[in-house]
């Protein structure tokens, strides 16, 4: 290739100001990264615990019932439930499953504490709004691996890195849809709030917050699926569960492990999504 | 009469440059000029007007006319850009977020036009909601919003939600809603206008039966004319941001500030709505035994009418005269008009619908007096007056106002 004028640019050193920045954070914010590692997993190792101590039969039979509800009482969702999970149980694959459960439930649980009210306030805050919608673009359209690498920087490895990078890649949906939910509220109904003196907080509470609902649980169910869909990749930095079976099956090429695994997470999948609209549908009627 | 609600010179712009917009308008620039200089539009233009307690003060205007932005300023839903509102004579205009909070629970209610109800509330809810945000406790508010409820006949619906009751329900219970934490001013904001015709009809009849009883101060917003008549104490008429006429119904119809007033009443069935006091004029007159038939003759030669109307001296309707018979009575020299007076005039009082004038006008060959309860005359209808309010011709000089 020709030497043009661009190539008279010195090359700038973006990632060296990257790895800078993350090395100091690393080397002097490591007490509070400390903290949040042991914390965060003898909180995770405590659930899992809860939910392997659990029998089998009961978490099943718990399961269904859920499923029944959230169906309206129709069969087909139970059904697909219960043999579902015996098929998980079969195999073997109980205590990743449950590992797998763990690490979704407590980073959708995180994704859903900072995502609504970041959502409420970028709903409330034009300024917030205009700071943070690019923020929320840069997370979903960086490449899902990427997130891995400064997790590993802060959090070393395992179930803590793993929850890192799945709330920062699930967290984007439920502030969007909280953001989008409270603004599509229609404007006669924000003028009768406050025609009857309502103050902020029971504007919020009283009427925005119920009637954007149904959208704010649209995004809770997208945060859901994506934080699974993350716990898996995060099984590369080693967080336990159904991902590491997988990762294990690729690295080795081994067909059957690997569809025995991915199935399961099929299954898990589907019934967190129904189980969740399910319930939403519910509400909204 | 206390005023209850006055506004002074208020104004709202939309759009950025609104000071620039705002010196405009008060160098009185038109709304279009100020669009074309600022891009500024100019919602409500320099509105002024006084609201009595108790009356329904209509404000009537086509969409764009910015009636619905003064409603909403007047409790702040929209800050005004410049203005007072006076409600009580304290500055709604002035008031802090606290103070206007107060206003808003006490004092003053809204109902929407598209009812404005909670949809993940039961009805019950709904209505209780204005002591709710009052922090009034449950048992107290649930009983107020069961009056409220029971008055508007929707006690048995109170446990369902608002899209399980029909257009009209719904905005009963808008209405009750308003009501149930009892303010002193009503703003409805095209309450009625959603409602098909047989239902809106009824929705203003229970309104203005309600308002017998309770005596708020209403401030209705509508488009409708025939709806502003019916239910108006007064109304006030918008254009482009302007208040343009404010005054009863009759003095709109029969004496329309201008043009677009003019323009704007002209759908309305007239014959329906004007009395013969509206069309009538001052009559020519003669007194009997003061003159004789030469001065009754002259009189009618000036005047150029074929008959003339004669009163005794306290304007008591006597008959009138026709030029053939005064012109025989100078003929033979009589020094009195008694003998040829005629009685056939038909008579009608001043509020005699203008339809019925038109058939009894059609029969008669004089025109039609009108007097009052002691037969005294008070103006006479002739033929071109009720077929000129009929097509609305030119006619606003030769009118008797009160």
């Not at chain 1, 694959?93 to 797998?100: A, D, G, R, S």
């Not at chain 1, 439920?174 to 504007?203: K, P």
């Not at chain 2, 993940?120 to 069961?146: P, S």
């Amino acid at each position: 290739m020709n030497s043009t004028i661009l190539d008279q640019i010195p090359r700038l050193p973006v990632s060296e100001w990257m790895a800078n920045i993350i090395t100091w954070l690393t080397q002097n914010l490591s007490w509070f990264f400390g903290a949040i590692r042991d914390g965060g997993s003898w909180t995770m190792d405590v659930l899992t615990d809860f939910l392997l101590w659990v029998h089998p039969i009961v978490f099943i039979v718990l399961l269904v019932a859920l499923a029944f509800f959230a169906s309206q009482k129709k069969l087909g969702l139970p059904i697909f439930t219960l043999l579902g999970l015996l098929y998980i149980y079969n195999q073997g694959l109980w205590e990743p499953l449950m590992y797998t459960i763990t690490l979704v439930l407590i980073a959708s649980l995180l994704s859903i504490i900072i995502g609504v009210p970041v959502g409420i306030w970028m709903a409330k805050s034009a300024t917030a709004n205009w700071i943070i919608t690019p923020i929320l673009d840069f997370m979903q359209t960086m490449p899902a691996f990427v997130y891995l690498i400064p997790a590993v920087a802060f959090f070393g490895i395992g179930m803590v890195p793993g929850v890192f990078s799945a709330v920062i890649f699930a967290l984007p949906p439920t502030v969007r849809f909280t953001n989008l939910g409270i603004r599509q509220v229609d404007d006669e109904m924000i003028e009768a709030a406050e025609s009857f003196g309502s103050t902020g907080s029971q504007r919020l509470f009283k009427v925005e917050l119920p009637l954007a609902k149904a959208t704010i649980m649209a995004g809770i169910n997208q945060t859901v699926l994506l934080a699974l869909s993350m716990v898996v990749i995060a099984s590369m930095i080693g967080a336990p569960g159904l991902g590491e079976r997988v990762i294990n099956a690729l690295q080795r090429a081994q067909v059957g492990p690997g569809f025995v695994a991915g199935f399961a997470l099929v299954v898990l999948a589907i019934i967190l999504d129904r189980v969740l609209q399910g319930f939403n549908k519910d509400k909204t009627k | 009469m206390t005023t209850k609600v006055e506004i002074q010179n208020l104004t709202k712009i939309f759009g950025k440059k609104e000071r620039q917009a705002l010196e405009l308008v008060k160098e009185g620039h038109s709304k279009d000029d100020i669009l074309a200089k600022t891009g500024a539009t100019v919602g409500v233009n320099k509105a002024s007007f006084k609201v009595e307690q108790g009356e329904i003060f209509v404000i009537m205007g086509l969409s764009g006319s910015g009636k619905s932005t003064l409603v909403r300023m007047l409790n702040r839903l929209i800050e005004p850009t410049e203005g007072n509102i006076l409600i009580d004579g304290d500055d709604i205009a002035k008031m802090n977020k606290e103070q206007l909070r107060n206003v808003r629970r006490e004092k003053v209610s809204m109902v929407f036009q598209n009812f404005g109800l909670f949809p993940h509330r039961t009805i019950l809810e709904n209505t209780e909601y204005g002591l709710e945000v009052q922090g009034v406790d449950k048992a107290e508010r649930q009983e107020k919003a069961e009056k409220a409820l029971d008055n508007a006949g929707l006690l048995p619906y109170k446990d369902q939600r608002p899209n399980q009751l029909s257009g009209g329900m719904q905005q009963r219970v808008g209405l009750a809603r308003a009501l149930a934490n009892d303010p002193e001013i009503l703003l409805m904001d095209e309450a009625f206008s959603a409602l098909d015709p047989l239902i809106r009809r009824d929705m203003q009849d229970e309104l203005l039966e309600m308002q017998e009883t309770l005596h708020k101060t209403i401030i209705f917003i509508t488009h409708d004319l025939n709806e502003s008549l019916r239910i108006g104490d007064r109304i006030a008429i918008m254009k482009d941001g302007e208040v343009v006429q404010v005054g009863t119904g009759e003095e709109i119809l029969t004496n329309p500030a201008n043009e677009y007033v003019e323009r704007f009443v002209e759908d309305v069935d007239r014959s329906k709505v004007l009395t013969a006091e509206n069309i009538m004029v001052r009559p020519e007159t003669i007194r009997l035994r003061q003159s004789g038939p030469r001065v009754a003759l002259q009189r009618m030669k000036a005047s150029d009418h074929s008959n003339m109307l004669v009163v005794d001296k306290n304007n008591i309707l006597k008959g009138y005269v026709t030029d053939a018979d005064v012109m025989d009575a100078v003929k033979q020299d009589k020094k009195d008009l008694v003998d040829v007076v005629r009685t056939d005039i038909p008579r009608v009082t001043k509020d005699t619908l203008i339809n019925e004038l038109y058939t009894l006008i059609h029969d008669s060959q004089t025109p039609v007096a009108v007097v009052d309860e002691d037969d005294k005359l008070i103006g006479i209808v002739v033929r071109g007056l009720v077929l000129g309010a009929l097509v609305k011709e030119e006619r606003e000089e030769e009118l008797i106002n009160e």
